[in-house]
């Protein structure tokens, strides 16, 4: 439960510090619509620019997906897209990665790994 909150309170972190950001603009309306509670949006906004390599994009997906905000809960998916954003270079992801493997089973985290290391190599087609 620590870490659960730990993850949340890095989410806040990170959406309400990105406003001033000098991210593209898709990423920024994707930010302004989940703030406002308008998840559909910010999912629209960021898969997109996640299937490109945007890290940012890539760990704010890994949020929505474990906090089952505008998509249904699923920690693998969460661990999946943090995977990705960690391989870019995103320390929080990494962090929230191994965060949320220590509350996964074996087998969800096989699935969440496999997952993502497919996703990267059919180039994010099917993610």
Same mark, same amino acid.
């Given at each position: ?7 949340? @309170? ?7 510090? @990105? ?16 703030? @406002? ?16 390599? &945007? ?19 699923? &920690? ?13 270079? &995103? ?37």
């Amino acid at each position: 439960m620590k870490n659960l909150i730990r993850i949340i @309170s890095l989410t806040l972190a990170v959406f309400l510090g @990105s406003v001033g950001t000098s991210w593209g603009a898709d990423f920024n309306k994707g930010v302004a619509a989940a703030q @406002s509670g308008d998840f559909a949006t910010a999912l629209r906004e960021w898969t997109p620019l996640a299937k490109q390599g &945007d890290a940012d994009a890539q760990f704010s997906l890994g949020v929505m997906y474990v906090n089952g905000t505008g998509v249904v809960k699923d &920690d693998v998916y969460a661990h999946l897209w943090w995977s990705i954003a960690a391989s870019f270079g &995103d320390e929080d992801a990494s962090e929230n990665r191994d965060i949320i493997a220590e509350q996964m089973t074996r087998v969800q985290l096989k699935k969440a790994k496999t997952l993502a290391h497919e996703c990267v190599r059919k180039k994010f087609k099917g993610c």
